[in-house]
């Protein structure tokens, strides 16, 4: 399997652009994660799905965020209007819940907002 | 609410030292996961280890070891014999345990480790 992957792997982009980052989990996985890594805040739970179905978005940041998983094998992060301090690594994770798998890592896109 | 600290934020030790990182957990939950992963100067994510808590059994894979207390709420973790190649920054995490990491991951804020030659 090729593993978790995310796209683009780097994005720059102007204040008040919209954002969308990619990701397509482990074939077979129903579990599907979007975590945040910045200096200050370090690894942050955004959100995370189950059967394509969003469970917690408690971690989303604000409304300018937001997730969808429209099918097994794909989900975006959009950020809309995005802003400097949205700026981070955005990794998408998955894991099978059935299997009781831990969760597998995308190689992150780095999302730079200037 | 859960909560992991690793309260190394840096640990620069010399080639062929061991090295223990720390973390300390808190959680309401008697079921839980603990993890370890790895991120090294690529960026990426490795997984290296998981435990639930009602295995204390204390784990050894190569160089790498792990001390699981429930009565510390630690789980640390060692290196023997480090190499350069150990350099990373390492992440203690924490799931519940209704999908051992299903449920998303409390993570630390990790221990920078430098394996100077």
């Given at each position: 399997d090729a593993g978790v992957i995310q796209s683009p792997r780097h994005e720059v982009t102007e204040m008040g652009q919209e954002v969308t980052l990619r990701c397509k989990p482990i074939s077979g996985h129903n579990s599907l994660f979007w975590y945040r890594q910045t200096m200050m805040r370090g690894l942050e739970l955004l959100i995370y799905f189950n059967n394509n179905v969003p469970i917690d978005d408690s971690g989303m940041p604000e409304d300018r965020f937001s997730a969808k998983m429209p099918n097994a094998s794909f989900s975006t992060l959009k950020i809309q209007p995005s802003e400097p301090r949205d700026s981070a690594v955005y990794f998408c994770a998955s894991s099978s819940r059935r299997s009781n798998t831990e969760a597998f890592f995308g190689q992150g896109t780095r999302l730079t907002v200037v | 609410a859960q909560k992991v600290t690793q309260a190394q934020t840096e640990i620069s030790v010399v080639e062929k030292e061991d090295v223990t990182l720390d973390c300390v957990y808190e959680t309401r939950d008697t079921t839980y996961y603990l993890f370890w992963y790895k991120q090294p100067p690529s960026g990426e994510l490795v997984f290296l280890i998981r435990r639930n808590s009602f295995d204390e059994q204390n784990e050894i894979s190569g160089r790498y070891s792990w001390n699981f207390q429930k009565s510390t709420s630690s789980f640390n973790f060692t290196i023997t014999a480090s190499q350069v190649v150990d350099s990373a920054v390492y992440f203690c995490a924490l799931s519940e345990a209704?999908?051992?990491?299903a449920d998303g991951l409390t993570f630390g804020k990790g221990t920078h480790l430098i394996i100077q030659p």
């Open positions: - | 209704s999908g051992g990491g």
